[in-house]
Every structure is written in C-alpha cells, then in structure tokens.
Nanobody
Framework: QVQLVESGGGLVQPGGSLKLSCVAS????????MAWYRQGPGKEREFLAS???????NYARSVLGRFTISRDNAKNTVYLQMTRLKPEDTAVYYC?????????WGKGTLVTVSA
C-alpha cells in the first residue's frame, strides 16, 4: 500500500521560508521520480518541481530560483525548500510521483503566506 505523507506547512510572512517534507512508503522510492505539486484556492493542481533518483531536478517557471527540491533515499523522503514566499504561493502542497499517479495523492500540507 502506497502512502505519501506531507508535513511542514504553516503560516509564514511574505518573504519568508519553509521546508516541506514528504515521507513515502510502499514504493521503491530510490528508483522513482518524485515531485511536488500544489493547489491554490480556486485553482487547479499544478506541478512545481521534480527530482530523479540521481537528484536531477526540474522546476516550474513560477518557482524557479525560489524553491529547491531534494531527496534522501535512505529516509524515503523528498523535501521542498521554499524561500522568498509570496501570497500567491498560498496553497495545499502535495508530493507524488512524476508523472503523478491519481492513486497516491495524500492529504497535503497547507502553506499560508500572509502578513
């Protein structure tokens, strides 16, 4: 049974930083391309960043230069370091495979960027 559990969200002021974590179980984590996605209020879910098993990363234009994806295969964990956060980054953040698998969406973690 695959389980992806995100954590690390919260309330942060504009310009601040947060680091999200996603722990995976039930998949061969070290072989899979992992990714972060988000869904803002009234918006569709969007891709943010992906990382291969060898830590080659790819980013959406909206977060390039501000967000950094990383992974620790020994801990079955993928991270998203977010800096210079903006109010428009407010969303529920999810991890999943890349391409995403509809079966594996978790509850996500809420990030709210507000003064």
């Amino acid at each position: 049974q695959v389980q992806l559990v995100e954590s690390g969200g919260g309330l942060v002021q504009p310009g601040g930083s947060l680091k999200l974590s996603c722990v995976a179980s039930g998949i061969i984590f070290s072989k899979d391309v992992m990714a972060w996605y988000r869904q803002g209020p009234g918006k569709e879910r969007e891709f943010l960043a992906s990382i291969t098993s060898r830590s080659s990363a790819n980013y959406a234009r909206s977060v390039l230069g501000r967000f950094t994806i990383s992974r620790d295969n020994a801990k079955n964990t993928v991270y998203l370091q977010m800096t210079r956060l903006k109010p428009e980054d407010t969303a529920v953040y999810y991890c999943n495979l890349y391409p995403s698998d509809e079966r594996y969406w978790g509850k996500g973690t809420l990030v709210t960027v507000s003064a």
